[in-house]
């Protein structure tokens, strides 16, 4: 009986392990940067427009951090709010809100601006969370003109590793010189897709048309 009775336990436990891995197999994670360096500040509203979309989209289980890009990234001090949804509703409506809430401070954040945008290293925090939180399908939403500005003391010149997670641009914004010369819109982008597929990303894409967000997750 003993025997059987420590089979069975090993069968259970098995069972809810292999539970707890589907669930994470289905559960989503996403890490939104927002770049609140220049002229780009001026776009915050639309931000906010994101971010109450990905809070009535996301689902119980499903994790979402907000950060903010500026002169350097590559720092948990910068997420402005982060939270892996629970599946009782009240709670997770309570965590949504409280997430509203706090996504008020990156507007006060970004009234100081910063001189410089550190991109890759939002980038490099973005998957660092994003692969801690164990979820099967993972994106990094970059809210930004994808203009990396560096000081000459911040290093980035090193690889990403990227493998598992999709990385959308989203509402990149045009500069004065890519209106004189619009080969610099197209180059950095091209840039930016050669070096995230490079990394291992299951997919890039951009998505400027914020009244059709539901591209941000393919559909």
């Known amino acids: 009986m003993k025997t059987l009775a420590r089979l069975v336990f090993l ?8 539970g707890c891995a589907d669930k994470k197999t289905y559960a989503r994670a996403v890490y939104v940067l927002v770049d609140t360096s220049g002229t780009y500040t001026k776009e915050l509203d639309k931000a906010n427009q994101l971010v109450n979309y990905l809070l009535g989209t996301l689902n119980p289980g499903d994790s979402l951090a907000v950060a903010r890009v500026k002169s350097r990234s590559f720092s948990e001090k910068d997420i402005v709010a982060k939270a892996t949804f629970a599946k009782d509703p009240l709670q997770a409506n309570a965590q949504k809100r ?4 706090q996504m008020a401070k990156l507007a006060q954040l970004a009234k100081t601006g910063s001189a410089y945008t550190d991109i ?3 980038i490099l925090q973005a998957a660092e969370f994003l692969n801690e939180t164990g979820a099967g ?9 994808m203009q990396e500005e560096l000081d000459k003391q911040t290093m980035r010149n090193i690889p990403l590793n990227l493998t598992g997670i999709d990385v959308v641009a989203l509402n990149v914004t045009k500069l004065g010189t890519d209106n004189m010369d619009p080969r610099r819109y197209t180059g950095r982008l091209e840039q930016w897709e050669k070096r995230v597929r490079a990394a291992g990303a299951t997919d890039w ?15």
Do not use: C, Q
């Open 11 to 18: 069968v259970l436990a098995v069972l809810a392990v292999a």
């Open 98 to 101: 409280a997430f509203k809430e």
């Open 120 to 122: 890759t290293g939002g």
């Open 137 to 145: 399908r993972k994106t990094i939403l970059i809210f930004s003109d």
């Open 205 to 219: 894409r951009m998505v400027n048309d914020l009244e059709h967000l539901e591209r941000v997750f393919g559909g």
